[in-house]
Every structure is written in C-alpha cells, then in structure tokens.
C-alpha cells in the first residue's frame, strides 16, 4: 500500500488524509502530542516530531513514498529553515545507508504571495516570482530549497501556489462583523480564492497526475475583487456589507497584515490545474460554496 506523510496536519492536512483514507497507508508529523486523537480519527498515524528540532525528525527517513508538504515557515524572517530540515531528514546520509529509500514524490503548497503585486495581471505559473513582502519571500526560500533537493536527488517535485484558503468555518468573520471598511471599487484589488476542500484534493490529483517539478496556481473561478469577497461573506453571515471608503481611509483603519495584502493585486490563471492535473473544482466560485445546500 501506498505509504504517504503528511508534514503539517492542520485544516488542509487532515481533509486531505480522510480522502486518502483506505487508499494508503497516511502518517502524520506530529508536534503537540493533545492532538493525537484527533489525527488518528482522521485515519493518520501520529509519528512524533517537530521541524524547528532537527533531532526529532530522524524517523522520517524511508517512511513514506509520497510527502505532502503543508507546514508553514516560521513566523519571522525571509527564509524558511524548516523545510531545509526537512529535505535534510528526508535524505539523511545515516539512514539512506541503512537502506531506507528517498520518498519518490514530494508535493509542497507554496503561496500566490510569491508573484508579488501584479498590478490586476492575468498571472500564469510562467511569471517569474518577486515576492514583496517577509511573509512570501520565507515561502520563495522554501520553494527554492525544495527545487534544489529535487534536482539533488531526482525525488519528483509538484508546488501548488494557493491563494486566499477558506471554507464555512474559516472566514474572515471578525472582520466583517466589525465593520471594517473596504476599498471604493475604483481603488478594489483583485483577489483569489480555493476552498480547503479542493486544494486538499488538487494536493492529492498532483500525488497521480502532476508533472515532475512542475508549478500549478491552485485557484478557482471566482476572480472577486476584495470588497466583493467581504459583501459575499457579509450576506453569509447575515450582517450589513463593509463601507467603502478611499484608499487611504482603509488603510488608516486596518492591521498591517492587510494592508500588505491591499497593496498587491493579481488574478490567477488556473488552466494547467484544469488540463494537466485533470482536476474539476467541487466549489468552483465563493458564491456556491456558501449558497449551495446541495
């Protein structure tokens, strides 16, 4: 049976397990041991270790064929040196000689944030990344570490740069309750989506249909500028729409964390996830995952 790990056992980890659940055998890095019951419930073994200590992670040479690869980087500074602990215990020297095999394909969800602000472009996987900010250049740092132990090693590489991941129960509600403002459409950026359910399943049609080191956006339809994403979430949850104010009266008023997003706007091109990896979007815009009670 096909052995998979799972690196990073949040939200997408764990939706990406139950739908691998009797098709292979799925391990789960584990760092907080309380979340034990939980991953076993998702049909993953727990295997215990933490990517920020290096001498946790031993085991994890020759355990799987496939890694998924969705932790994240640290929270602070521009590069990611989990991931470069990872690679590092993947294809330890000590282990490889004691026979234990390189997986033979590693799947890594990166971030849309690493196109950096392309000014309302169509962006296809071809456009070089110039990440802007901290937060996507850690996620850059990461994909060039992963390409590099690719070539390395000839273990096969597929990157789903991801946008905006949401689903009922993980949208910006607080900030729409609040009534925080959005842009006046004149000054509105556009934005991207998936929902957690399709990126989990682009993760796993990328295990049997990716490309060998090949880049996919792993977006959906829906091409909303931002102040409309809040309106959609806005009659979701049954509460008035944001204000729209200019430019600089949003930015006066929101975390510096969205005012980094507010300054970058782009719009994803996702035919090679449609061609490529064969895959159809179960919630192919916003508006049907949170209307649609089918």
């Known amino acids: 049976m096909l052995r998979i790990l799972i690196v990073g056992c949040g939200d997408v980890g764990l939706r990406a397990a139950r739908m691998l659940r009797g098709k292979a055998r799925v391990y789960g890095l584990l760092r907080s041991p309380e979340r034990a019951d939980e991953l076993r419930a998702a049909g993953v073994i727990p295997v215990p270790g933490d990517l920020d200590d290096r001498r946790s992670?031993?085991?994890?040479?020759?355990?799987?064929?496939?890694?998924?690869?969705?932790?994240?980087?640290?929270?602070?500074?521009?590069?990611?040196?989990?991931?470069?602990?990872?690679?590092?215990?993947?294809?330890?020297?000590?282990?490889?000689?004691?026979?234990?095999?390189?997986?033979?394909?590693?799947?890594?969800?990166?971030?849309?944030?690493?196109?950096?602000?392309?000014?309302?472009?169509?962006?296809?996987?071809?456009?070089?990344?110039?990440?802007?900010?901290?937060?996507?250049?850690?996620?850059?740092?990461?994909?060039?570490?992963?390409?590099?132990?690719?070539?390395?090693?000839?273990?096969?590489?597929?990157?789903l740069r991801a946008p905006g991941i949401y689903a009922r129960d993980r949208l910006p509600s607080e900030r729409v309750k609040k009534g925080l403002p959005a842009l006046l459409p004149a000054d509105d950026i556009d934005t991207n989506h998936i929902h957690a359910d399709d990126l989990a399943g682009l993760a796993v049609a990328a295990l049997f249909r990716a490309g060998r080191n090949r880049l996919y956006n792993a977006v959906d339809d829906s091409g909303l500028k931002m102040g409309d994403w809040f309106d959609v979430v806005a009659d979701y949850l049954g509460v008035a729409r944001p204000p729209r104010l200019p430019r600089e009266a949003v930015m006066a008023a929101v975390t510096p964390a969205m005012r980094s997003f507010l300054s970058e706007s782009r719009r994803l091109s996702n035919g090679r996830i449609k061609g490529e990896l064969r895959y159809r979007l179960h919630y192919p815009n916003v508006r049907v995952a949170l209307f649609d009670t089918d």
Not at 93 to 101: D, F, I, P, Q, Y
Request: with cysteine; aromatic share 4%.
């Open 57 to 159: 992670l031993k085991r994890l040479a020759g355990l799987a064929d496939v890694v998924f690869h969705f932790a994240p980087p640290p929270p602070d500074g521009e590069d990611d040196p989990r991931t470069r602990r990872l690679v590092a215990a993947l294809s330890s020297g000590e282990s490889t000689r004691r026979g234990a095999s390189l997986p033979r394909t590693l799947i890594y969800v990166s971030t849309s944030g690493v196109y950096g602000d392309c000014a309302g472009a169509a962006v296809p996987e071809t456009r070089p990344a110039r990440p802007h900010n901290a937060r996507a250049k850690r996620r850059q740092a990461a994909e060039r570490t992963l390409r590099r132990w690719a070539a390395d090693t000839g273990v096969g590489l597929a990157i």
